[in-house]
């Protein structure tokens, strides 16, 4: 499923016009936080959780929001793990992360004025 999401996420932004700079870094940032949820948001259930993935393209700017209603956990002091949120965070151009004990977690990335020159509207 993440490689299904991978691959229509980078056919999308490509098709938008955003900046080849910058497609492999979206990419990275929304497949580390989606990687996020399915180590950590659920891994104590029972059953299998689900996540919503929006992507939208407003006034210049692009944002990618993952949500899901599972338990968070907050990251673990080891060297190897870990940091797939502050990952995330670095290639993207803000980052929030929003956990709400019993609601699950929002986390939103957001790239401002991604559109390749040629490709603003």
């Known amino acids: 499923m ?3 999401i991978r691959r229509r996420l ?16 979206i990419v990275l940032g929304v497949y580390e936080a989606l990687a996020n949820v399915v180590e950590h948001a659920y891994s104590s259930a029972p059953e ?3 996540m919503t993935i ?3 393209y407003e006034h210049e700017t692009l944002t990618v929001t993952i949500s899901d209603t599972g338990t968070w956990r907050p990251p673990t002091p080891t ?6 949120l502050q990952l995330a965070a670095a290639v993207a151009d803000d980052l929030s992360v929003d956990h709400r ?7 939103t ?13």
């Open 79 to 84: 060297t190897g793990r870990s940091h797939g």
């Open 2 to 4: 993440a490689t299904t």
């Open 101 to 107: 004990p019993g609601l699950g977690t929002v986390v």
């Open 109 to 121: 990335a957001v790239w401002s004025r991604p559109l390749a020159a040629a490709g603003r509207t």
């Open 54 to 56: 929006t992507v939208t």
């Open 48 to 50: 299998t959780g689900t």
């Open 10 to 25: 980078h056919s999308w932004v490509l098709e938008l016009g955003v900046d080849r700079s910058l497609v492999d870094d």
